[in-house]
């Protein structure tokens, strides 16, 4: 039986279909090189969402998402006193959502494919000068999400003649378009084999884009421009200096 408005469900409680597979290969081609790739996906269909009885193609909500994860990762240990690591992951995340607009008919059907890339890439290298007493470590890493929201409707529907004079429906392509690059680099002095000392820098880089609520753009719901917020990115830079304890 189809849910109705008073039983409907989060969709993640609700009713769904879900498959997952994943596939893991590390080869080692010497002592001193790892490599590894992976990749991960799922997908779910979601039944029984509410729907105008008998008539077909009116089932609201999410109604599909898939994920797809790459990855790809080297370790590097030529001796004791070094140790690289770089690595690589892409990730697709889509689903389908149905909405309707100004009544639960055909032609005020909308359609939101949803979508985001994202690609994320570093490396690490730990230097132990002196072991046991003197080490450094760099880290670098950065991240790009690219955002989509591709939105389909009827040109008749209610939902795009209130907007014909924007020029009707259209997509949002700064959906949560996010960059954010990392850069660390520590220096750490081990007193003894309990105490130690930590110096490092640490700087950050954010941008961010939403047609939601960062940038000039109008509010994608143009009767709730008042709520749209003003995140914007920033840059920081940090310098530290750490007393650890270990037992």
Known sequence: A?????????????ERDARRMAVNVEFMPTGMLTLMAGWIRTDADYKNRDEVAGVAGTAYGLLSAEYDSYTGELDFVPNERLEVSAYYTR??????????????????????????????????????????????????????????????????????VARAAYGGIQDIGN????????????????????????????????????????????????GAFFLKANDQGYKAHVVYARLVYGF
């Open 175 to 222: 959906y949560s378009d996010t960059t954010l690059s990392t850069l660390n680099g520590e220096v750490t002095y081990d007193v003894t084999t309990t105490w130690g000392l930590r110096f490092g820098y640490w700087y950050e880089k954010y941008d961010f884009s939403d047609a939601f609520s960062a940038g000039n753009d109008t509010y994608p719901l143009a």
């Open 91 to 160: 990730e697709d995340n889509r689903s389908v959502t149905q909405a309707f607009s100004g009544g639960v008919t055909l032609i005020n059907r909308l359609t939101f494919d949803g979508s985001d890339e994202t690609d994320t890439y570093g490396a690490v290298a730990t230097v132990r000068i002196v072991p046991d007493k003197w080490t450094v470590k760099f880290d670098a890493r950065r991240q790009k999400l690219d955002g989509l929201m591709d939105i389909t409707g009827d040109p008749a529907g209610s939902f795009n």
């Open 2 to 14: 189809h849910l109705t408005g008073a039983d409907r469900l989060p969709s993640d409680l609700a």
